[in-house]
């Protein structure tokens, strides 16, 4: 038998290796998404083995029926707290790489919520926001503000934004890491170079820093995008009854859970799965467009 070349070679070690994460890709991903997408056009209960084609049945429900995209605007609510949550995350990220006095401890601090289990986190704010005894309402009171003591999980115009307010407290610390990493990066001599040219604050900001971290910008706020159109976690937890009328705080994540598991509508909660998949991957490009000037064919 001739001896294999080495390019040969090199190609079926290259094979032999890929061999194993191709296939679990292909199993575990797109095996899977392509099932989704024809679930999708099916009316299927999830059990029997009759799958009913409907077509577009699906996809047109999602846009007709209020109950179905209603949670879109909650989603909306937990975007905006995103967007402070980033902004927070910049300004402390930038604070403790100036080297203040126990910044370790700062960042410790700040770190912490993130690494609290979920189910706590829930826990915790259900007993500080509870309307009879909670302890944001106690404190109110006793400052002399009563008037402001309110229903926050039970108020549907104030329960999406109290719930905003969980995930930042939650997620911030993460952010933050994010950026202070980032800004870790920036060489030193630059930022002296805009100190010795007499750039304020703002100018630093907005010519040196931004651009110089312009990537970790655009993932946290894809991250903080995604997060907003997924989050279910607190929702979930607070609300545990998948039959429960959760309706005030229902995300388009609880919803689709809702629908497969509590309504055995698994048709439908497919179609909303390609749905919620569609519209991150649309909003990040528009967001990277717009918001960050991505592909728009300046740097």
């Given amino acids: 038998m001739n001896k294999l070349s080495m390019s040969a070679q090199k190609k079926i070690t290259i094979a032999a290796f890929l061999a194993i994460p191709v296939t679990l890709l292909l199993a575990f991903h797109y095996y899977p998404a392509v099932k989704l997408i024809y679930y999708s056009f099916t009316s299927w209960d999830g059990l029997s083995a009759e799958k009913e084609l409907i077509g577009f049945g699906n996809y047109i429900r999602i846009f007709t029926e209020s109950e ?77 503000l009563k008037s402001l003591a309110l229903d926050w999980l039970g108020n549907p115009g104030i329960v999406n934004w109290v719930l905003g307010f969980m995930s930042l407290w939650k997620y911030m610390g993460y952010m933050m890491i994010i950026f202070l990493a980032a800004l870790q990066s920036i060489p030193q001599e630059m930022l002296e170079a805009g100190d010795i040219d007499g750039t304020n604050t703002f100018q630093k900001l907005k010519y ?30 607070m609300w545990p009854d998948v039959r429960s009328p959760l309706g005030m705080a229902d995300t388009f994540m609880t919803k689709t859970i809702n629908t497969a598991f509590g309504y055995s509508d698994f048709g439908l909660a497919s179609a909303m799965g390609v749905v919620l998949v569609v519209i991150v991957a649309v909003l990040t490009i528009i967001q990277n467009k717009i918001v960050l000037g991505e592909g728009a064919g300046h740097e």
């Fill in 208 to 237: 040196l820093i931004l651009p110089s971290i312009k990537s970790i910008v655009i993932l946290n706020l894809f991250l903080n995008l995604n997060g907003a159109l997924s989050a279910f976690e607190f929702q979930f937890i």
């Fill in 68 to 144: 179905l995209y209603t949670p879109f605007f909650h989603n909306g609510i937990l975007f905006i707290c995103g967007l402070v949550q980033l902004v927070m995350a910049l300004v402390f990220a930038i604070m403790l790489n100036t080297g203040i006095k126990g910044r370790n401890a700062y960042k410790t601090i700040l770190f912490m919520p993130y690494v609290i289990n979920s189910v706590a986190i829930a826990f915790i704010f259900n007993f500080f926001f509870n309307t009879s005894n909670g302890a944001f309402n106690f404190i109110l009171k006793g400052i002399g």
